[in-house]
């Protein structure tokens, strides 16, 4: 196989004077045996070539381009379709470093398995050297990296995902520091093995060493388990690092709101999966709404790095430039500015495809009546199956997106007034509350989860809880991780206000108390001006609630006072419910839980009292 390209050369390099870097990549490519070494350097002219070397092989097919220009479909292998936590492992030195919550393994020993692992893993393959960096180039939290790769299919989606080529080799130079990442999809082409379209290995493994900073992944072309930037560094790696540097490694979106007085508020939100974390990131406000003078502009839509800033609030940067979002759902009713960011230059993996080469998604509109469906078969509408898969994702750049925020690619970040914490909720969680102080805005965060099974009447259903969503993506114990959380308080001179939503209540017939989708914007609207000190709150023991006169639900329909009384309602028993649910939890985490906490939930009981 060929990359066809004019980068491809002997195992030495002479792009770099990077000694570390070069020793490494000679190191890797003698343990996985590659048949060459392309250096990426991150042209659009590099990715059109990569992209006709993916046709060729079957993993894309181009989409047609009066539809979507320059983009293309890729159908993974069924067995290959998602992150796998199951396959995760954080090998710190000591076992209670990686705490109750993730996969542990002796770092020795996991090195051991891996090597034998990556031994000959490229065989018949090119390996593919990314240098890459998260956040803006420029930005005090930029974060250099270098993945080897044999997937092209990482490649590509590592151009639109983050910084990437030449640029950043330069950037690195010869003395900066990178963290290595090593990934392999794990089928080498030795004599006799025919390549096909989504080579990948049963056997996975996503490891991450926190002390030496460094990334293995093995066996997966997916996603945050190939894309290596994304879940593993911009996160996992990222929140040991900044727990040693005093910053944050958050699971968030970022975005701004403008006020018809021009005054610009920026806010993070961490949601747990399925709770329209991309739709709120992107959120254009309705019609009706914007004619109020009210604007949103989009940072990032799944990671921020925030760190203390000159103007002593808290900054955030997006470590991205792209969007790995999940496709089915997403539709010009729900999130208009996805569906224009994905209009061109984009991946769509595991969608179906229409028979005018465009693609298509259960949530995107009526269904057509004859498809090809993500695993290649021919699908109508009563088939009994799913047309995409419901991981289905859309790799498209941030840039494109029509409201993307001015300052995105700012190095120093956009300043934050809130943090916004919720869950997907049927009963208990008013639609917005705001906590008293950062302490419990922790606790909050860290009590925030999902309602997995209905609850019985006046109960609480089985609540999944996912602490700030950072249950897969916290790179050591949870507990200091809160503790990390407490303590940065002393560090942000002007701290954001902490908030929680839930856009998923209902009443007891069932039916949502809360249109959602892009009228959440008005809860933002609220948030905004509390974090501005405008408007007066409610005060129930749980937190500030909004008064109906400060809420603005002008040209919602049929919701009156009654209704937002049903959705912002504090509910004593439900609440009781709620605390003696989040048991289990304290309970995981008991040894590390920092007792501020074990605190908070004595307070909230006292209140109810
Ligand atoms: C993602 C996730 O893909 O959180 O962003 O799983
Ligand atoms: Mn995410």
Redesign the pocket.
């Known amino acids: 196989m060929t990359s066809g390209s004019t980068q491809e050369m002997p195992l030495k390099s002479s792009l770099t004077e990077n000694q570390s870097l070069v020793t490494w990549v000679e190191e890797m490519a003698e343990l996985c045996k590659p048949d060459q070494i392309h250096w990426i350097d991150g042209s659009d002219g590099e990715w059109s070539q990569l992209c006709n070397l993916l046709v060729a092989q079957g993993t894309f097919t181009p989409l047609n381009p009066a539809k979507h220009p320059n983009s293309f479909l890729a159908r993974s292998n069924p067995s290959d379709v998602a992150?796998v936590e199951d396959r995760t492992f954080i090998c710190s030195l000591r076992e209670s470093d990686a705490g109750a919550t993730n996969n542990w393994s002796p770092p020795e020993m996991m090195r051991k398995t891996l090597t034998e692992k990556f031994d000959g893993s490229m065989v018949g393959r090119t390996m593919y050297v990314i240098p890459f960096c998260m956040g803006p180039i420029d930005s005090p939290l930029a974060m250099f990296g270098v993945q080897l790769t044999d997937s092209p299919y990482v490649c590509v989606n590592m151009k639109i995902m983050c910084h990437m080529g030449t640029k950043v080799l330069n950037a690195i130079g010869p003395n900066r520091s990178f963290v290595p990442c090593l990934h392999s999809v794990g089928m080498p082409l030795k004599e006799g093995v025919r390549d096909v379209a989504w080579p990948c290995n049963d056997e996975k493994y996503i490891v991450h060493f926190p002390e030496s900073r460094e990334v293995w992944s093995y066996g997966s072309g997916y996603?945050?388990n190939a894309l290596l930037g994304k879940?593993c560094v911009a996160l996992r790696l990222a929140t040991a690092i900044s727990r040693d540097q005093g910053w944050m490694a958050e699971?968030m979106l970022i975005m701004g709101l403008e006020s018809p007085d021009g005054i610009k508020s920026y806010l993070t939100a961490a949601f747990p999966?399925q709770c329209g974390k991309t739709n709120l990131a992107m959120l254009i406000p309705p019609e009706h709404y914007t004619k109020r003078g009210w604007k949103t502009t989009l940072v990032g839509d799944?990671i921020a790095w925030l760190w203390p800033g000159e103007t002593g609030k808290l900054h955030a940067i997006n470590p991205e430039t792209g969007f790995?979002g999940v496709a089915p759902g997403t539709s010009w009713h729900s999130n208009p500015g996805a569906m224009e960011a994905m209009a061109s230059n984009t991946i769509f993996t595991n969608v179906a495809l229409t028979d005018d080469h465009s693609v298509w998604w259960e949530g995107l509109s009526d269904p057509p009546s004859h498809l090809i469906d993500w695993t290649g078969k021919d699908w109508t509408p009563d088939c009994g199956r799913p047309a995409a898969h419901p991981n289905s994702r859309f790799t498209a750049p941030a840039g494109q997106c029509p409201n993307i925020d001015p300052a995105w690619q700012d190095p120093q970040g956009v300043p934050i007034d809130a943090i916004v914490f919720g869950g997907r909720r049927p009963s208990t969680m008013p639609l917005v509350f705001q906590a008293f102080d950062w302490t419990h805005g922790v606790f909050l965060g860290a009590t925030q989860g999902s309602e997995t099974t209905a609850a019985a009447t006046g109960a609480v259903g089985h609540v999944r809880r996912d602490p700030m969503a950072m249950l897969p993506f916290c790179g050591y114990n949870m507990g200091d991780y809160f503790a990390h959380w407490l303590n940065m308080r002393k560090l942000i001179r002007q701290l954001p206000r902490i908030f929680h939503v839930n856009w998923f209540r209902k009443n007891e017939s069932g039916k949502f108390l809360w249109p959602g989708f892009r009228e959440n914007v008005r809860v933002l609207e609220w948030i905004v001006k509390r974090c501005q000190g405008r408007i007066a709150g409610h005060e129930t023991p749980i937190g500030w609630t909004p008064h109906f006169v400060d809420f603005d639900t002008d040209g919602i329909d049929g919701f009156d006072e009654s209704q937002f009384d049903a959705a912002m309602a504090f509910r004593q028993n439900e609440w009781l419910a709620e605390i003696t649910s989040q048991n289990d939890f304290f309970l995981k985490l008991y040894h590390d839980m920092p007792k501020e906490l074990l605190c908070q939930r004595e307070l909230l009981m006292a209140r109810m009292a």
């Open positions: 992150r996603g945050g879940k699971h999966s799944d790995f």
